[in-house]
């Protein structure tokens, strides 16, 4: 428990109850996954018909000058949370008194890194040698301003597991943002579009955040959040290590390719990453609540890791290396051939997401366990070997930095792998049998649309030949697996049925 130096007595704030040690807790975090996956592909649909809209109106400079404005952004929205909302969720014995203060503390940080964002966007624009970055960066960064006050409620939610009510946010979020966009768009305001409708999105889910779980604010008193500060510097030094080893590609790319292959790498990376993306940013967003608070159970840690991973290799195997197998014909009939130098980078970048798709809960566990240190410093390590290694890679233009991602990544994924199973004492063999199923199932897959594309005949419109791959692979997966992986399908399908009500929890006032 948090202890005042002074010894003043802080009331504290009853902990969320923990989750059950039973079948209930196990479908209570599937449920909660399949609330999120609702709202995440309910709205994917129109994610990627705005991402394909907006593609065909803007060139890819508009991209490409967007994309150097997050690579900036994106790192210091990191900063601006630093890591309180993870210590929030992790240390549920919290009292309402430290919970104010850090409320507080997020609202200050925004505000200073908005000023920095000023202080900084004309040297940005000069180190990328674009004289409109610097004007979009201030833009840009009045998100900052906003999303500090949405930091705790949010955690606070997911703390109480209340994300029933978080998937209806992110779906009106997500929504308004992309009509917002494609009107911009086709209105002409071109790279703007991206900008203020990304700001539209922050407005509208800080909004919603902090009706739902209004905070209150409290004079910060540094010395009586120290437990908690030290671990969300633990949290906060992996995220920015991590943004800057997953963005160097973008910064190399930006930097020694120009504009315009920055701009073609980005819609490669954004079409490969989507569908991955949105499934494993459910899983990640939802796990560190359940894994918080069964955070000494060792048992249950092995039990929701394993049911995790084989659930995700099922759902974002498939759509990775399918999109890899047609990615060809998915940017010539979907997207244009002003797009075609996209085509290799998004066949290689799709074989990394599969890979990146299983591997982000092990920090999450971790973490949970507050082995956050470890997290911290291999996430660094990577944060050295990346930029280096693209900046080596890009001699070969976008495929190269591509490539990268596949020769490297697995080897800065097996320390985190290894503490994991060590820490939760969780056999290798039994975590890799997991793949199985999925990895049979993408076997025929493969297969059946390999054969597909040799014996269609030559003639036939780009679309046709699409729809056909795209047809006989989904039903090769589908039929493999309905036949050899019965069972598993049926258990999964019990736990995301079982109707496990959210907890409604109290706000904190």
């Given at each position: 428990?948090?202890?005042?130096v002074?010894?003043?007595?802080?009331?504290?704030a009853?902990?969320?109850q923990?989750?059950?040690?039973?079948?209930?807790?196990?479908?209570?975090?599937?449920r909660?996954?399949?609330?999120?996956?609702?709202?995440?592909?309910?709205?994917?649909l129109?994610?990627?018909?705005?991402?394909?809209?907006?593609?065909?109106?803007?060139?890819?400079?508009?991209?490409?000058?967007?994309?150097?404005?997050?690579?900036?952004?994106?790192?210091?929205?990191?900063?601006?949370?630093?890591?309180?909302?993870?210590?929030?969720?992790?240390?549920?014995?919290?009292?309402r008194?430290?919970?104010?203060?850090?409320?507080?503390?997020?609202?200050?940080?925004?505000?200073?890194?908005?000023?920095v964002?000023?202080?900084?966007?004309?040297?940005?624009?000069?180190?990328?040698?674009?004289?409109?970055?610097?004007?979009?960066?201030?833009?840009m960064?009045?998100?900052?301003?906003?999303?500090?006050?949405?930091?705790?409620?949010?955690a606070l939610?997911?703390?109480?597991?209340?994300f029933?009510?978080?998937?209806?946010?992110d779906?009106?979020?997500?929504?308004?943002?992309?009509?917002?966009?494609?009107?911009?768009?086709?209105?002409?305001f071109?790279?703007?579009?991206?900008?203020?409708?990304?700001?539209?999105?922050?407005?509208?889910?800080?909004?919603?955040?902090?009706?739902?779980?209004?905070?209150?604010?409290a004079l910060?008193?540094?010395?009586q959040l120290?437990?908690?500060?030290?671990?969300?510097?633990?949290?906060?030094?992996?995220?920015?290590?991590?943004?800057?080893?997953?963005?160097?590609d973008?910064?190399?790319?930006?930097?020694?390719?120009?504009?315009?292959?920055?701009?073609?790498?980005?819609?490669a990376w954004?079409?490969?990453?989507?569908?991955?993306?949105k499934?494993?940013?459910?899983?990640?967003?939802?796990?560190?609540?359940?894994?918080?608070?069964?955070?000494?159970?060792?048992?249950?840690l092995r039990?929701?890791?394993?049911?995790?991973?084989?659930?995700?290799?099922?759902i974002?195997?498939?759509?990775s290396?399918g999109?890899?197998?047609?990615?060809?014909?998915?940017?010539l009939?979907?997207?244009?051939?002003?797009?075609?130098?996209?085509?290799?980078p998004?066949?290689?970048?799709?074989i990394?997401?599969?890979?990146r798709?299983?591997t982000?809960?092990?920090p999450s566990?971790?973490?949970?366990?507050?082995?956050?240190?470890?997290?911290?410093?291999?996430?660094?390590?990577a944060?050295?070997?990346?930029?280096?290694?693209?900046?080596?890679?890009s001699?070969?233009?976008?495929?190269?930095?591509?490539?990268?991602?596949?020769?490297?990544?697995p080897?800065i994924?097996?320390?985190f792998m290894?503490?994991?199973?060590?820490?939760?004492?969780?056999?290798?063999?039994?975590?890799?049998?997991?793949?199985?199923?999925?990895?049979?199932?993408?076997?025929?897959?493969?297969?059946?649309?390999?054969v597909?594309?040799?014996?269609?005949?030559?003639?036939?419109?780009?679309v046709?030949?699409?729809?056909?791959?795209?047809?006989?692979?989904?039903?090769?997966?589908?039929?493999?697996?309905?036949?050899?992986?019965?069972?598993l399908?049926?258990?999964?399908?019990?736990?995301?049925?079982?109707?496990?009500?959210?907890?409604?929890?109290?706000?904190?006032?």
């Open positions: 428990m948090f202890t005042d002074e010894n003043e007595v802080i009331a504290v009853p902990a969320p923990p989750v059950q040690h039973s079948n209930t807790s196990h479908h209570a975090m599937f909660a996954i399949a609330w999120t996956g609702a709202a995440k592909w309910a709205v994917q129109l994610t990627w018909t705005s991402t394909i809209v907006v593609a065909r109106i803007l060139v890819p400079s508009d991209y490409g000058l967007f994309g150097l404005a997050t690579l900036y952004l994106g790192l210091v929205g990191l900063i601006s949370e630093f890591g309180l909302g993870q210590a929030v969720v992790t240390f549920r014995e919290m009292s008194e430290h919970v104010r203060q850090l409320n507080t503390l997020s609202v200050i940080f925004g505000i200073a890194l908005f000023g964002s000023c202080a900084v966007a004309g040297p940005l624009g000069q180190f990328f040698r674009a004289p409109k970055l610097p004007t979009l960066v201030v833009v960064s009045l998100s900052f301003l906003i999303s500090g006050a949405q930091v705790v409620p949010d939610l997911q703390r109480d597991l209340r029933k009510l978080l998937a209806s946010f779906t009106s979020r997500v929504v308004i943002q992309a009509l917002s966009t494609i009107i911009l768009a086709r209105l002409g071109s790279y703007w579009s991206l900008a203020l409708g990304n700001l539209v999105g922050v407005v509208v889910g800080c909004a919603l955040l902090t009706i739902a779980s209004p905070c209150a604010f910060p008193r540094l010395q120290r437990k908690a500060l030290s671990f969300s510097t633990d949290v906060l030094g992996s995220r920015i290590a991590w943004y800057l080893y997953s963005n160097s973008f910064m190399v790319a930006g930097r020694r390719l120009g504009q315009a292959a920055l701009g073609a790498y980005t819609v954004t079409i490969a990453s989507t569908p991955v993306e499934v494993t940013t459910l899983v990640t967003r939802v796990t560190p609540a359940f894994f918080s608070a069964v955070q000494h159970e060792e048992a249950q039990r929701y890791l394993l049911r995790i991973t084989e659930g995700l290799a099922l974002t195997f498939p759509a290396f999109m890899a197998l047609v990615a060809d014909q998915f940017v009939c979907v997207l244009g051939p002003k797009w075609n130098t996209a085509i290799m998004l066949r290689l970048l799709a990394y997401a599969a890979l798709s299983i982000t809960v092990f566990v971790l973490t949970a366990r507050r082995d956050s240190r470890f997290v911290m410093w291999n996430t660094f390590a944060a050295a070997i990346f930029p280096a290694a693209f900046y080596f890679a001699r070969w233009g976008t495929t190269g930095i591509a490539t990268t991602w596949i020769l490297i990544y080897l994924t097996v320390p290894w503490r994991t199973f060590t820490n939760i004492d969780l056999p290798p063999r039994t975590y890799f049998k997991s793949l199985i199923p999925a990895l049979r199932g993408c076997f025929v897959m493969t297969s059946m649309v390999v597909a594309r040799l014996t269609m005949p030559p003639a036939l419109p780009g046709i030949r699409l729809a056909i791959s795209v047809i006989a692979g989904a039903a090769a997966y589908g039929i493999i697996l309905t036949i050899s992986d019965r069972p399908l049926r258990e999964l399908y019990a736990a995301l049925r079982n109707p496990v009500a959210d907890s409604n929890g109290s706000p904190i006032a």
